[in-house]
């Protein structure tokens, strides 16, 4: 393998040229040059996108952190092939702006682009050509890469996606699973400090899914940070840190994805035979309560508790503002003579938040 120095136009220093791919740790800048906020590899503000009289991306404020697994989640049609075709230059902004690697898109595309692959929409392949032969052509077309360390390049990707055995096979007898780890090498042809994977396992059987999601995974080891979009939410949860969840062309939510597990409704279930004194501490405590059915211990009361963290979230009831767990809760209805027969915290499931803030059904399949 050979390489050359050159100079990098946005550290002002010199760096390998980038024909090494395997194996899996490259090293790559962990600090963004100046013009988006530190940590941050994609940040948007306002981005927006009209056709017509439709609002396909509305004022989104996207911020991926450096070194994250990010999962661009929700449902068909919910703006998100658009907002990445905004961030890769592929498409104009009708408002906001993208910065991405810590630079301006699309006014920094060719700073920008040969640091970032992608895969868009599938990729278009020669049938009739190899794998291999497919390869030379796509890292021919870009200037960026040196021709003497192609064949090097070419191995050394097809090899990071588990295609070096089929490197001479054509295109045509690939299994879709394998034509899109293609895809994927196409876009580690040099090393990436972002990768842009839009719905990677998309129309894959259960292996190629499982294959791409090991390497995704795998990539986001090396250092890089991949966004990856997607429209199921078991995908992002087995393979992200990070997610944002989009309705309608609007971001909805976004964060670790802990904390988005965390952020959802805690609901407080009581059962009693003392329901009118309950339902008299449990307001007081700032809930709402709701009385339901009648079982042989008492009746059962339901009272929705904003829970942070396993601990209570007051809110602007100084009432509340003792109250730090269930267990407290439980303390004041036995101080005020209530009998607790029963009482359970239900926390709402990842699944029920995300069809809660996108108001429709979610495809939770693999
Ligand atoms: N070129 C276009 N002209 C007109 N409308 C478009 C165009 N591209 C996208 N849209 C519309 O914008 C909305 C968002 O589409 P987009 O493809 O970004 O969603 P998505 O979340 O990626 O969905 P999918 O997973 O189905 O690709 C959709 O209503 C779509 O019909």
Not at 160 to 186: E, F, P, T
Not at 269 to 291: E, F, I, K, Q, Y
Request: hydrophobic share 40%.
């Amino acid at each position: 393998m050979t390489s050359r120095r050159r100079e990098d136009p946005l550290r002002g220093d010199s760096v390998e040229d980038p024909v090494r791919l395997a194996p899996a740790r490259t090293s790559l800048p962990t600090s963004l040059p100046a013009g988006g906020k530190p940590g941050l590899t994609i940040e948007t503000n306002g981005l927006s996108k009209r056709f017509g009289h439709q609002m396909a991306v509305d004022g989104i404020n996207l911020a991926v952190p450096h070194g994250s697994v990010f999962g661009f989640l929700g449902p068909n049609g919910s703006g998100k092939t658009t907002t990445i075709r905004m961030m890769l230059g592929l498409a104009a902004a009708t408002a906001g702006t993208v910065n991405v690697l810590g630079l301006e898109m699309p006014r920094r595309l060719h700073e920008v682009l040969p640091r970032v692959g992608a895969l868009v929409e599938g990729p278009a392949f020669y049938p009739f050509l190899s794998g291999a032969a497919n390869l030379h052509r796509l890292d021919a077309a870009s200037r960026h890469a040196p021709p003497a360390t192609r064949s090097a390049r070419v191995g050394q990707a097809l090899e990071r996606v588990g295609l070096a055995h089929a490197a001479g096979k054509r295109v045509h007898a690939y299994s879709l699973g394998m034509k899109q780890r293609l895809g994927i090498a196409n876009a580690l042809l040099s090393p990436r400090e972002l990768l842009v994977l839009d719905e990677p396992t998309n129309g894959l059987d259960p292996q190629g899914t499982r294959e791409v999601r090991s390497l995704v995974r795998s990539l986001a080891a090396d250092g890089a940070t991949v966004f990856v979009s997607s429209h199921l939410l078991a995908e992002v949860e087995q393979i992200c840190t990070h997610a944002a969840i989009m309705s309608a062309g609007r971001l909805v939510a976004q964060g670790p994805l802990a904390e988005l597990r965390q952020s959802g409704e805690a609901r407080f279930r009581l059962v009693t035979p003392d329901a009118g004194a309950a339902s008299g501490v449990l307001v007081r405590l700032g809930m709402a309560p709701v009385a339901g059915t009648r079982e042989p211990d008492g009746e059962v009361l339901t009272a929705v508790a904003p829970v942070s963290g396993g601990g209570v979230r007051p809110g602007d009831n100084p009432a509340a503002r003792d109250v730090a767990a269930p267990e407290d809760v439980v303390v004041r209805l036995v101080e005020a003579g209530v009998r607790v027969r029963g009482f359970s915290v239900e926390r709402e499931s990842l699944e029920d938040r995300f069809v809660a803030l996108t108001g429709e059904g979610f495809d939770v399949a693999q």
